[in-house]
Every structure is written in structure tokens, then in C-alpha cells.
């Protein structure tokens, strides 16, 4: 079974993700299917850049995200809040 999760990369104690689509028993950090995009939580605010059209293209085939990436597709996919005078 294919999963959308997050990948690993960075240095030590500099966590950079990508966000992977992988088969489920595969390492954290092993093969992938295909990077949809990336997340860099050290940023102020966090960075969190993903191809919906891609991610939406592998949930319909059956591909199960994980429930951070779930959140960060929906932080991904809400509009930028307006300024407020």
C-alpha cells in the first residue's frame, strides 16, 4: 500500500522534510515513488510547499497520508488570511 509521508533530510539538529509518495514498508528515509514537495519547519512561518493537484492524483489511487502531512495539506491549501486594518 502506497503512503504520502514525510522524508527526512537536513543536517543534525536542521530538519528539512519532503513530502514522499512511498509504499508503506519501506524506511522512513528509503525508496520513493515521487516527491510531491517539501517542508521546512525551522522557518518563521514554516515553509510548507506541496503540489496539490499531484497529492490529490495518488490519494484517488488509494495512497493513505499520514496524519502530518494531512495536516500540512490542508495548511497548504487554506488561503492566506487577509490583513486586517
Same mark, same amino acid.
Given at each position: 500500500? #502506497?503512503?504520502?509521508? #514525510?522524508?527526512?533530510?537536513? *543536517? *543534525? ?6 513530502? +514522499? +509518495? ?10 520513493? +515513488?515521487? $516527491?510531491?514537495?517539501?517542508?521546512? =519547519?525551522?522557518?518563521?512561518?514554516? $515553509?510548507?510547499?506541496?503540489? *496539490? ?15 502530518? +502531512?494531512? *495536516? #500540512? ?5 487554506? =488561503? ?6
Amino acid at each position: 500500500m #502506497l503512503s504520502i509521508r #514525510l522524508r527526512r533530510t537536513g *543536517s *543534525s539538529k536542521k530538519p528539512y522534510y519532503r513530502v +514522499v +509518495v512511498a509504499d508503506s514498508q519501506c524506511w522512513r528515509d528509503g525508496r520513493f +515513488v515521487e $516527491v510531491l514537495g517539501h517542508y521546512d =519547519p525551522r522557518r518563521e512561518p514554516a $515553509v510548507v510547499k506541496i503540489d *496539490s493537484e499531484r497529492a490529490s492524483y495518488w490519494i484517488s489511487k488509494g495512497a493513505k497520508p499520514s496524519e502530518t +502531512v494531512s *495536516s #500540512l495539506l490542508k495548511r497548504s491549501a487554506a =488561503p492566506a488570511a487577509a490583513p486586517t486594518a
